[in-house]
T-cell receptor, first 115, second 112 residues
Framework: EAQVTQNPRYLITVTGKKLTVTCSQNMNHEYMSWYRQDPGLGLRQIYYSMNVEVTDKGDVPEGYKVSRKEKRNFPLILESPSPNQTSLYFC??????????????FGPGTRLTVL | AQRVTQPEKLLSVFKGAPVELKCNYSYSGSPELFWYVQYSRQRLQLLLRHISRESIKGFTADLNKGETSFHLKKPFAQEEDSAMYYCALRLPTTSGTYKYIFGTGTRLKVLA
């Protein structure tokens, strides 16, 4: 089944403790992206990657890192999480066709709480 | 600055009534706009894209460049349309790919 998976789905942690949220897709998509969803703010793009070893900042990259060593994986790293990073995080992927018919496929979401 | 505005946080309509979810954008270039929907306990998924001029699940959306709007419409709402709807603007980047700006979302509740 074609899909985007994220792990963990739920995570409670404390301020300053490094964590990684994994994202994997099995559709051979070139483009992958991370979003955070907050009440009243909608979805905001954190980072995106157009291919292996190519990443770029979205609108809210502060406090986050990403890497793209393999096409299928795009982990989100919080080196020193803070309470303002408590949020619902979504990973997404799409073909990097650049055509107007592209579709982003979203993962199930990871609910992160930083105490 | 590029922006997508969805002025309504919540929209409640009765079953069978017409629905219009508003979306306005701010972008000086030629916009590429999408509507995404998230049903309860399901993943966010694409509903429709402006370039295709398609009707999905009875929904349509027309790009109005003069009013910088991309409102989502359905003539007769159904209970299964209850969901969170996001309008999104796709922007080209200097690196040859795209980034996305989403609106804050509108929750549609269709009442029986």
């Amino acid at each position: 089944e074609a899909q985007v998976t994220q792990n963990p789905r739920y995570l409670i942690t404390v301020t300053g403790k490094k964590l990684t949220v994994t994202c994997s897709q099995n559709m051979n998509h070139e483009y992958m992206s991370w979003y955070r969803q907050d009440p009243g703010l909608g979805l905001r793009q954190i980072y995106y990657s157009m291919n292996v070893e190519v990443t770029d900042k979205g609108d809210v990259p502060e406090g986050y890192k990403v890497s793209r060593k393999e096409k299928r994986n795009f982990p989100l790293i919080l080196e020193s999480p803070s309470p303002n990073q408590t949020s619902l995080y979504f990973c997404a992927s799409r073909e990097n066709s650049g055509g107007a018919t592209d579709t982003q496929y979203f993962g199930p979401g990871t609910r992160l709480t930083v105490l | 600055a590029q922006r997508v505005t969805q002025p309504e946080k919540l929209l409640s309509v009765f079953k069978g009534a017409p629905v219009e979810l508003k979306c306005n954008y701010s972008y000086s270039g030629s916009p590429e706009l999408f509507w995404y929907v998230q049903y309860s306990r399901q993943r966010l998924q694409l509903l429709l894209r402006h370039i295709s001029r398609e009707s999905i699940k009875g929904f349509t959306a027309d790009l109005n460049k003069g009013e910088t709007s991309f409102h989502l419409k359905k003539p007769f709402a159904q209970e299964e349309d209850s969901a969170m709807y996001y309008c999104a603007l796709r922007l080209p980047t200097t690196s040859g790919t795209y980034k996305y700006i989403f609106g804050t979302g509108t929750r549609l509740k269709v009442l029986a």
